[in-house]
Nanobody, 121 residues
Framework: QVQLVESGGGLVESGGSLRLSCAAS????????MGWYRQAPGKQRELVAD???????NYGDFVKGRFAISRDNAKKTVTLQMNVLKPEDTAVYYC???????????????WGQGTQVTVSS
């Protein structure tokens, strides 16, 4: 019912920047929250950042002011601007959404397929 498609991953040198984008499509009534998680090899998936209604944002502790998340409600997109990237930021980044597909009931969880971010030292 809902698809999330990510773009913008890739290879960057330490200290560089990348911008990740995610577009939602399908049977969407409205979007409660969208965000990004990441998972490095051998580690658990962790929250990078999310943005809810009223532009309320939440960041993982490791972000420390380096990343900025934004959303465009009309386009149903979320963007993550990542600056001052470090080798430890290397991971697969997943777009996540809590999306209403009906006027009744709670929002559903949706995940993108993931995009690789690699930061070289």
């Amino acid at each position: 019912q809902v698809q999330l498609v990510e773009s913008g991953g890739g290879l960057v040198e330490s200290g560089g920047s990348l911008r990740l984008s995610c577009a939602a499509s399908g049977s969407i009534v409205s979007i409660y929250k969208m965000g990004w998680y990441r998972q490095a090899p051998g580690k658990q998936r962790e929250l990078v950042a999310d943005i809810g209604l009223g532009e309320r944002t939440n960041y993982g502790d490791f972000v420390k002011g380096r990343f900025a998340i934004s959303r465009d409600n009309a386009k149903k997109t979320v963007t993550l601007q990542m600056n001052v990237l470090k080798p430890e930021d290397t991971a697969v980044y997943y777009c996540h959404g809590e999306i209403y597909v009906s006027v009744y009931g709670p929002p559903v969880d949706a995940w993108g397929q993931g995009t690789q971010v690699t930061v070289s030292s």
